[in-house]
């Protein structure tokens, strides 16, 4: 029998076969079929010279190879191949052999997600026949071992790689990049290179402008650029004619406006601009792109009304354009073809016309979230045969329209955060296919027998929470005839009792029954639900009062959340799995110490607050692999010093242990917390000088030591800078004595700003955390519990010793909101240069022994919201203009002062302030409603805090709590 293989070409492949150990039987591989004596030309991915017996093309892909590729590899042997095909194997992590280099004749290399390590040899710059190479990490559908490839695959950083594969491989038409970590700029060279055809270069962590020649090579047809997120760019001038057949630019940063010759790109099928720069309106010759398919430009900011040349896409199946400043209404109607529509987080106003999804036969996703839609939910929206997603939340519709033709495919349902009322639409029980079903936050009442979701024999996850519904849970049916559910979140729903029909609940990962009114024990049964599943349980804001039979250790083996707070919990502190990352048990009754098994579980976030825990705190807190971010143990009773956190760990970010009877040192091991941004170490007995070494920690905004024995003067350390970070500092009621220091307040950064208006609320990065915020009002203080933490600047010195005159440098500190140096022992004049500190809100300088006039500078403070200068030694007219005659009683106790708002009549004319009293004193805009006093904590601090008194422009509400009547801002 004669063959059109060579033996020795036979020999060769037989060998390469013995090289790799074939996965799984059950897996494909093309080498199963290889076998002796028979031709191997027509053996499975291989392909001969029909004229030589050569073999030319090796197509090993998806062959379930796996073992390295060693450099002395029968494969180098076959050196007339011209094509090679190794993508989507596993390659054991081996090094990529430099040998490649030698298969010269090679104009086809693919080595896509095989599973290589190290860098990419330079030898491959000698196949300089290449028309087509494709290294990348990913191509096409997920394979299962690019799943997490940065761990295997070459982590390039050669900045000269791309330029060196453009100069010396002239040819390419095909370069498949994508996943390789360049860490360079995009070469001017590329642009040379006026074959190629297809250019992929996504995740390549480029940088740097990329090169405008590119998109004007001449048989160009497919750029993917997405996923560099420092690459920068503009589009370029599109001439007609172009072969342009997809641009992916998604999660770049390439910008600007979308100029009108766009529209020259005919042949386009895809177009991804997600998550770029591109600004302005959308050009109407979007309209001429008749073959596109997927027009994709959500998260940028394009501006104007839906464009209505889009209805002409006749092609057009998936259309981004979500996260953007769209307004206006929805247009009358769609291109039919459509498939998915996401039109999330814009500014669309107005119904949903009955007629714009009613002709969409292909319609399978609906995300119309995050708009001011309103009116009745139209039946067109579910009347798609197959529609599979609607999302609606954070809209204002009020009603769903009476259904007659329902989607049998509609698996998902969101309709969160709306304003729909009355019952829940009986519509919805007719949806057979629903696996998810979202109702939370709506204005939807009455009483609910849980029994009737029996109907929804598919139902995953449901969420009814935060709507007037009263739900009967004991159903009386057979509890078993309900869903399996796996996320269930029943929140403010008025359940007075543990439900029943939970006995029977196996696959749940989720369940909230928080903010109802169960009472009593937590029944035995409960600690047998979902015991392998549960990652999430929600208790809190409910009356429960301990456990039927208190466990040592809580069952559910892979709990991850648990939030207990808010409760009327008695008895020991009950220990979570060993899984649980996030423990919340904070307002209860709970007593004795913390166990010590705590110190076996790798918690992230522990909020215990608000108890009657007692005892010391376990040294070995500060052992939990480095994973705690947040201890919050405010207001108990430990006892004791404080453990020396972070002598291992360098991860916390809050350390809350105020309102305790601790004693002793601040730890010098704090040093070592490089994340620490809130230290609240309040209402104690600590006896310790200022920890001005705390100045190292880069990232504290939040240092409050109040109410506890400190002593000494606040600096005194020669290479005391400031705190650079702070933004908080509370050393009110303790013994601290001497000067004020002048010379580095200026070096306070965080406090210098000019304008922290622009600033983002700084938030923890806890994800599930927020910090807890107190107002003192008159002395009694109020605590406003999980609310953000916003940016405010506050200084609290009060209650201390320290004398001498109020440096004049405080002026640096510009973007202060409060300021309060009462009873102390001040002396000298109040500094003009006060009158700079523009963004003041609170000032108060009493009970200290100043003296002289008040500064007419200080009536430029026009946001001032509370001001107190009693019990000084000043004298002669108070300043007229601005606020500061405002408050009456902040002058008593000064026998010298005269004029209004006293009844003392001053003997010269007072001067008069050029500034107009402005009755819009924006005191509180921009930050969502700030107390005039607000302490964090403790002390008279002046911030702001998370709300609707002032968004809601309610300064009568601000008036009754604090007897302040609020000027406002222009």
Request: proline fraction near 6%; include cysteine; charged fraction near 15%.
């Amino acid at each position: 029998m004669s063959f059109y293989c060579l033996p020795h070409q036979s020999s060769i492949l037989l060998e390469l076969k013995q090289e790799f150990k074939l996965d799984e039987p059950g897996e494909s591989s093309k080498m199963r079929d290889w076998k002796a004596g028979t031709d191997c030309c027509l053996w499975p991915g291989v392909s001969c010279d029909m004229a030589t017996g050569h073999v030319v093309s090796l197509d090993l892909s998806s062959s379930s190879l796996e073992g390295p590729l060693r450099s002395n590899s029968s494969l180098f042997s076959l050196l007339h191949l011209q094509n090679l095909n190794l993508a989507y194997n596993d390659f054991s992590s081996s090094p990529v052999p430099s040998e490649f280099g030698q298969l010269s004749r090679l104009t086809h290399l693919n080595l896509a997600c095989s599973l290589f390590s190290g860098p990419i040899p330079s030898e491959i710059l000698r196949l300089t026949n290449l028309i087509s190479l494709d290294l990348s990490y990913y191509f096409g559908d997920p394979f299962p071992y690019c799943e997490d490839i940065g761990d295997y695959y070459p982590n390039i950083q050669e900045p000269e790689l791309l330029r060196r594969l453009a100069e010396n491989i002239t040819s390419l038409r095909e370069l498949d990049l994508g996943g390789l970590n360049f860490s360079s700029k995009v070469p001017e060279s590329l642009g040379n290179l006026s074959s190629l055809t297809h250019l992929s270069l996504y995740g390549c962590n480029l940088h740097g402008d990329f090169p405008k020649t590119i998109f004007r090579l001449p048989n160009l047809q497919s750029v993917k650029l997405r996923d560099n997120d420092d690459l920068t760019g503009s589009l370029s001038e599109f001439h007609s004619g172009s072969n342009l057949l997809s641009l992916e630019l998604s999660s770049t940063k390439f910008g600007g406006k979308l100029p009108n010759s766009v529209g020259n790109l005919t042949s386009l099928n895809i177009l991804d601009l997600m998550n770029c720069m591109f600004s302005g309106p959308v050009p109407y010759s979007l309209g001429n792109l008749a073959n596109i398919s997927q027009l994709l430009l959500g998260s940028n900011e394009f501006i104007g009304e839906f464009p209505s040349s889009l209805g002409n896409l006749t092609q057009l199946s998936d259309l981004d354009l979500s996260n953007n400043f769209f307004h206006g209404s929805l247009p009358m109607s769609f291109p039919y073809l459509l498939e998915d529509i996401y039109f999330k987080n814009n500014s669309f106003t107005g119904p949903v016309p009955f007629q714009t999804f009613s002709n969409l036969t292909l319609l399978s996703t609906i995300d119309l979230s995050s708009n001011s839609l309103n009116g009745v939910i139209p039946s067109s929206l579910l009347s798609s045969a197959s529609l599979q997603s609607l999302c609606l939340d954070d809209n204002q519709f009020i009603d769903l329209e009476s259904i007659t033709s329902i989607s049998s495919q509609l698996e998902y349902l969101s309709l969160n955060r709306n304003k729909l009322k009355g019952s829940i639409p009986s519509s919805i029980f007719k949806l057979q296919s629903l696996t998810s079903l979202f109702l939370g936050s709506n204005n939807l009442s009455g009483r609910v027998d849980f029994g009737i979701f029996s109907e929804l024999g598919e139902l995953k996850n449901l969420d009814l929470s935060h709507n007037a519904l009263s739900l009967t849970t004991n159903v009386s049916m057979n509890i078993s005839s309900l869903p399996k559910f796996q996320y269930l979140v029943l929140s403010s729903c008025d359940i007075a009792e543990f439900p029943d029909f939970l006995k029977a609940q196996n696959e749940l990962v989720t369940l909230d029954l928080s903010h109802n009114v169960i009472g009593g024990p937590i029944p035995k049964w409960f600690l047998n639900i979902s015991i392998m599943n549960l990652n999430s349980l929600s208790l809190s804001h409910n009356f429960i009062s301990g456990w039927q039979e208190t466990p040592s250790v809580l069952p559910w083996k892979e709990l991850v959340l648990l939030d207990l707070s808010s409760n009327m919990l008695q008895g020991p502190l009950v220990v979570p799995p060993m899984s649980t990352r996030y423990f919340f048990i904070s307002n209860n009754n709970l007593t004795g110490p913390i166990d010590l098994l705590f110190c076996n579980i790798s918690i992230e976030v522990f909020d215990a607050s608000n108890n009657h825990l007692k005892g010391t705190i376990p040294q070995c807190l500060d052992n939990l692999d480095g994973h705690l971010t947040v201890l919050n143990l405010r207001r108990n009773n430990f006892h004791g010093n404080i453990p020396q956190f972070c002598s291992t760990l360098n991860r916390l970010s809050t350390l809350d242990l105020s309102h305790n009877q601790l004693y002793g040192n601040i730890p010098r091991s704090l040093i070592k917390c490089q994340d620490l941004q809130v230290l609240n170490l309040g209402h104690n007995q600590i006896s310790d000088t200022f920890p001005f070494w705390l100045q190292n920690l880069q990232q504290l905004k939040v240092l409050i030591v109040c109410s506890n024995k400190f002593h000494g003067p606040i600096c005194c350390a020669h290479d005391f800078v400031g705190f650079m970070t702070l933004k908080i500092l509370d050393l009110s009621h303790n013994g601290f004595f001497g000067n004020l220091p002048s010379d580095y307040l200026r070096n306070w950064t965080s406090m210098t700003l000019s304008d922290n208006a622009s600033e983002n609320p700084f938030e923890l990065e806890q994800g599930l955390y927020n910090d807890s915020v107190s107002i003192v009002n008159k002395g009694a203080e109020m605590e406003l519990v999980k609310i953000p933490l916003m940016v405010f600047i506050s200084i609290d010195l009060s209650n201390n010793k320290f004398d001498g005159e109020i440096p004049s440098s405080i002026w640096c500190l510009r973007s202060l909101v409060m300021l309060n140096l009462s009873s102390n022992n001040f002396s000298g004049h109040i500094p003009s240069s006060l009158g700079n500190l523009i963004e003041l809100e609170s000032l108060d300088l009493s009970n200290n022994e100043l003296s002289g006039k008040i500064p007419q500078q200080l009536t430029s403070l026009t946001f001032l919201g509370y001001l107190n200068f009693s019990q000084n030694q000043l004298v002669g007219p108070i300043p007229q203009g601005g606020q500061v005659q405002t408050f009456p009683d902040s002058f008593e106790g000064n026998m010298g002062l005269c004029g209004i708002p006293l009844s003392r009549k001053c003997e010269t004319p007072i001067p008069s302030s050029n500034d107009d009293y402005n009755e819009k004193s924006d005191f509180i805009s921009g930050f969502g409603w700030k107390a005039v006093v607000i302490g964090y904590g403790c002390g008279l601090l002046i911030g702001m805090v998370a709300g609707h008194v002032i968004s809601s422009r309610r300064p009568d509400l601000f008036f009754k709590v604090f007897g302040v009547r609020l000027p406002r801002r222009n």
